[in-house]
């Protein structure tokens, strides 16, 4: 498992269209992707299990707790995202509840 920090990626300058204030960070190129929103409830608890290919769990509120292969909890809030491989064990917690992204397909880094 990868913990990505959003705000530490490369990123570049919207300009175009009259944007300002906002910026772009590429993390890669998923094909046959599948995109899910996830809300866990207080105390919710997504058991462990393989990942079908690349997953990357981006939190957009709230906080959980995500382990990958080692089984070490670590935890991650928004603004941050866990990038697990194909086949890779893991499972999600969140004491408080949180919501995120599921973003699953083979990733290509950029």
Known sequence: M???????LPSHDVNTFGSNGSRVAGIG???DAHVAALSLERGG??????AVGHQLFVVVSGTAEVSG???APVTITAGQ???WEPDESHDTRS???MTAFVIEGTLERT
């Open 95 to 97: 004491v408080q509840g």
């Open 2 to 8: 990868e913990i990505i920090a959003l705000e530490a």
């Open 29 to 31: 190129a998923v094909t």
């Open 81 to 83: 995202a866990a990038l």
């Open 69 to 71: 292969a080692d089984a």
């Open 45 to 50: 608890v997504i058991a462990r299990h393989p």
